[in-house]
Nanobody
Framework: QVQLVESGGGLVQPGGSLRLSCAAS????????MGWYRQAPGKQRELVAT???????NYADSAKGRFTISRDNAKNTVYLQMNRLKLEDTAVYYC??????????????????WGQGTQVTVSS
């Protein structure tokens, strides 16, 4: 199976920066897309940014111009550099990855995995 472990969350003042990391491990054959989502209290989980194995990135309007997603395919790791953070960026940030895993001898299966989440709090 595939496990995702996020790190890098914390408390930051408005206008500050944070860098989130998410490393995937397990019986991975290939990862197509990796991404970040967030969920604020009382709200639904929403897309922040995604990136394909070829480096094509997609951002939510709220993230454009402030956040940058990147990825190290060799390390199965995705990053989210968040600059000029705002109060409304406060949320639990979740990593997501989908791709193919090795399920047995000459056997493969699709996977779509989530991390446990990391808290980002923007407060003065």
């Amino acid at each position: 199976q595939v496990q995702l472990v996020e790190s890098g969350g914390g408390l930051v003042q408005p206008g500050g920066s944070l860098r989130l990391s998410c490393a995937a491990s397990g019986s991975i054959f290939s990862i197509y897309a990796m991404g970040w989502y967030r969920q604020a209290p009382g709200k639904q989980r929403e897309l922040v940014a995604t990136i394909t194995s070829g480096g094509i990135a997609n951002y939510a309007d709220s993230a454009k111009g402030r956040f940058t997603i990147s990825r190290d395919n060799a390390k199965n790791t995705v990053y989210l550099q968040m600059n000029r953070l705002k109060l409304e960026d406060t949320a639990v940030y979740y990593c997501n990855a989908d791709g193919t895993l090795v399920s047995g001898p000459n056997q493969w299966a699709d996977f779509d995995s989530w991390g446990q989440g990391t808290q980002v709090t923007v407060s003065s």
